[in-house]
């Protein structure tokens, strides 16, 4: 990795993603920075872990996986989220007031942001005041030319349309799933809730760079104003889905800031999607 290697940062909730048999490190922020620093990112978390043993593995769970970070130990839990597999799909408990939910403002941290590439983040670090505050102060720092990725990552109930156009004023490009195009689409004042009208309304209303639409195992979609990529989902034999929406967002942003063109970054992001969803958690070698 050299010195000019694109600085791809994540902002959120990093935790411990509880399976049925073992606990991983997830969150995703935190597994996009991995998936980025594994294409050839200098990859950056920001985030919150409690002053307990969680927090203190988790902590060297991120160094041994070579996830560079800025992260707090704060009086909070570290945070949790226990997860149900159902033929691999994967379904989510968020245990609330944990430690990413109070991520403190650092001087460090505004100076990591004023230099990065690109950031990612999503509305479920929103759900806290404190987070909240921080991560807005955090987006401002950034240069107008870089990527503000908006991970929507819709979880229930901790979103409102009140705060998701917000978050869309505040980003240049979106990330979606087709479940959650739906929700959004009186947003982007679209005349149908089909995920593609709902990704145009979105790229025009809000001036957006890029919307990718991932829609699972069928097919994926990143729409610019210059025209869309498509592609088809590779069938895989599955073992879980933790991580792989997070996984392609951190592969396409490394490969598109390297200079790929739009079908080739796109491709990158389908094919590490893919092998993530053959291995179990969101961190496969």
């Known amino acids: 990795?050299?010195?000019?290697?694109?600085?791809?940062?994540g902002l959120g909730e990093v935790l411990w993603d509880e399976l049925p048999t073992q606990k991983r490190p997830g969150g995703a922020p935190a597994n996009v920075v991995y998936h980025a620093?594994?294409?050839?990112?200098?990859?950056?978390?920001?985030?919150?872990?409690?002053?307990?043993?969680?927090?203190?593995?988790?902590?060297?769970?991120?160094q041994a996986h070579g996830v560079a970070c800025q992260v707090a130990q704060v009086p909070y839990p570290t945070g949790r989220v226990e997860v149900t597999?159902?033929?691999?799909?994967?379904?989510?408990?968020?245990?609330?007031?944990?430690?990413?939910?109070?991520?403190?403002?650092?001087?460090?941290?505004?100076?990591?942001?004023?230099q990065a590439d690109a950031a990612c983040f999503g509305s479920l670090a929103f759900r806290s005041p404190d987070t909240a505050h921080t991560l807005r102060q955090l987006l401002d720092q950034m240069r107008p030319q870089a990527l503000k990725v908006l991970d929507v990552n819709l979880r229930p109930p901790y979103y409102s349309a009140a705060l998701l156009q917000d978050l869309l004023g505040r980003c240049n490009a979106l990330k979606l799933n087709d479940e959650e195009a739906p929700i959004l689409?009186?947003?982007?004042?679209?005349?149908?809730?089909?995920?593609?009208d709902v990704c145009r309304g979105l790229l025009a209303r809000y001036g957006l760079r890029l919307v990718i639409l991932t829609a699972g195992a069928r097919y994926s979609e990143i729409y610019t104003p210059a025209g869309v990529s498509r592609l088809l989902t590779p069938a895989v034999k599955v073992a879980d889905t933790v991580g792989a929406g997070?996984?392609?967002?951190?592969?396409?942003?490394?490969?598109?800031?390297?200079?790929?063109?739009?079908?080739?970054?796109?491709?990158?992001?389908?094919?590490?999607?893919?092998?993530?969803?053959?291995?179990?958690?969101?961190?496969?070698?």
């Open 85 to 114: 597999l159902h033929n691999g799909a994967a379904t989510y408990r968020i245990v609330e007031n944990s430690a990413w939910d109070h991520i403190p403002f650092t001087q460090e941290a505004a100076q990591l942001m004023a």
């Open 185 to 196: 689409a009186p947003l982007a004042g679209a005349a149908s809730s089909d995920p593609a």
């Open 1 to 9: 990795m050299s010195d000019n290697s694109p600085i791809v940062v």
């Open 246 to 285: 997070d996984s392609f967002t951190g592969a396409f942003i490394t490969a598109f800031l390297q200079g790929q063109t739009l079908e080739q970054a796109h491709r990158q992001a389908v094919q590490t999607a893919a092998y993530v969803c053959t291995r179990p958690g969101a961190w496969p070698e």
């Open 37 to 62: 620093a594994r294409q050839g990112a200098r990859g950056c978390l920001i985030s919150a872990v409690g002053k307990d043993e969680s927090g203190r593995e988790l902590l060297a769970q991120l």
